[in-house]
């Protein structure tokens, strides 16, 4: 089945250790994003790939850092730097224009500092 | 300032009855998307319904519409004959295009608690 495929989807972490989070997508989507997801709130954008090998920060990038090596695999590492990083992060890619464009998402991954 | 409004923290509807979810969106991109999409208590972000800047008609899928007041900046989402299962949370979502491409911008959302 085609699909967005995040995980873990539960990570525990200690503090000052870097963890990254998968995902892979294999609807042969070109753009790929990661948003961030606190209680209660809306979905803020981490990073954005449109194309391999090139990718935009977005409004909370600072503390993360991100990889486009394939079309597939959009990888979100959050580094020791990101001061709360617990928060449920949703991973999503776009259809093309001719399907409005429309952002699909993974299943999420909940991440925990301890 | 915030591009996408939706002013119903919480909205509570009896099963079966008709609900409206409120959107007010921001853009000066003459081309653009406006979205909806249903979050449970799992995570998972389920797309409900799209609907084109261009498009002249309003949008529908089953027992969801789109009633899109383009003069107003107004893209609210109506739910028929309300289920148990539609309680939720539910966020508004509008396609930007840019120099890098295209971003995605998310409400804060709305939670519907769906009365049996």
């Known amino acids: 089945d085609g699909g967005i495929t995040q995980s873990p989807k539960y990570l525990f972490r200690k503090e000052g250790q870097n963890v990254t989070l998968s995902c892979e997508q294999n609807?042969?989507?070109?753009?790929m994003y990661w948003y961030r997801q606190d209680p209660g709130q809306g979905l803020r954008l981490i990073y954005y790939?449109?194309?391999?090998?090139?990718?935009q920060k977005g409004d909370i990038a600072e503390g993360y850092s991100v990889s486009r090596e394939k079309k597939e695999s959009f990888p979100l590492t959050v580094t020791s730097a990101q001061k709360n990083p617990t928060a449920f992060y949703l991973c999503?890619?776009?259809?093309?224009?001719?399907?409005?464009?429309?952002?699909?998402f993974g299943e999420g991954s909940w991440l925990t500092v301890v | 300032a915030q591009k996408i409004t939706q002013t119903q923290p919480g909205m509570f509807v009896q099963e079966k009855e008709a609900v409206t979810l409120d959107c007010t969106y921001d853009?000066?991109?003459?081309?653009?998307?406006l979205f909806w999409y249903k979050q449970p208590s799992s995570g998972e972000m389920i797309f409900l319904i799209y609907?084109?800047?261009?498009?002249?008609q309003n949008a529908t899928e089953g027992r969801y519409s789109l009633n899109f007041q383009k003069a107003r900046k107004s893209a609210n989402l109506v739910i028929s004959a309300s289920q148990l299962g539609d309680s939720a949370m539910y966020f508004c979502?509008?396609?930007?295009?840019?120099?890098?491409?295209?971003?995605?911008?998310f409400g804060p959302g709305t939670r519907l608690s769906v009365l049996p």
């Open positions: 790939s449109q194309i391999v090998n090139d990718f």
């Open positions: 999503a890619s776009t259809t093309g224009p001719s399907s409005g464009n429309t952002i699909y």
């Open positions: 979502a509008m396609r930007e295009s840019h120099n890098y491409g295209q971003n995605f911008v």
């Open positions: 609807l042969n989507h070109d753009a």
């Open positions: 609907q084109g800047s261009y498009d002249q």
């Open positions: 853009t000066s991109d003459p081309s653009y998307g």
